[in-house]
């Protein structure tokens, strides 16, 4: 069984009791938990859907999607559309693909939909041979970065002027810089890359390849 819940606390400060699996008394849950994650704070629809390992889309023509987008109760989609401002009877989801190894990412939302997840979060997507913009005042970004010499330090937000592929940092949902192995045609979209690239993994130490040129933005 697929599926994501999320649930917020009591407003009033009430006491909340949760069970995982079957109580003494009453119906339980047979199944499989993978994750149970407790936040002391407040998340975006984008943030939830992140946590169901997706990203939020606006759909504009899928069939498909349409019907799921249904599925989510009515002031689940005013809310989205009153944050980044659309209007008319738009419908919004959290599209997930639990059918793959990768699952959803970025790089290949279904067709007919666009991807929200810079407009929720006020954040830029990163380009290729364009820098990494200076984002040491996003909200999101300092709900995990503070004042400190760690790697999650506010530093690490600002602007350094190096090319993004050239750029150690890496940010939430980016996949990791170098990917080893045998590397097929199109998977990280049609073309990207246009075919095989082997990775001698005999190696003691592999090379390995780049995957900024696929990944980010004007890459083509």
Known sequence: MNQSFA????PNGKRNVWHL???????GFIGWIDD????SRALTQE???NHARGTLVRIRENVFWNRIASRYPESSHKAIAEQVGDDGPVRYACYVN????????????P??????REEVLDIHRLAFNEARPDSSE???????????????SLQALKYLGLPAQED????????????????PPNLFGPGLPVRRINDDVRQKKPRGHFVDEWVLDNSQ
């Open 21 to 27: 699996g079957k109580r003494s008394k009453g119906d």
């Open 168 to 183: 150690d940092r890496r940010q939430p949902m980016q996949p990791n810089p170098l990917i080893y192995g045998i590397i």
């Open 111 to 116: 067709r007919g939909t666009e991807s929200l």
């Open 7 to 10: 649930h917020n606390n009591d």
């Open 138 to 152: 996003n909200a999101f970004c300092k709900s995990c970065h503070v004042e400190s010499d760690g790697p999650l």
């Open 36 to 39: 149970f994650k407790v936040i």
């Open 98 to 109: 639990y059918n793959v190894e990768r699952g959803a990412n970025m790089a290949q939302i």
């Open 47 to 49: 943030e939830y859907c």
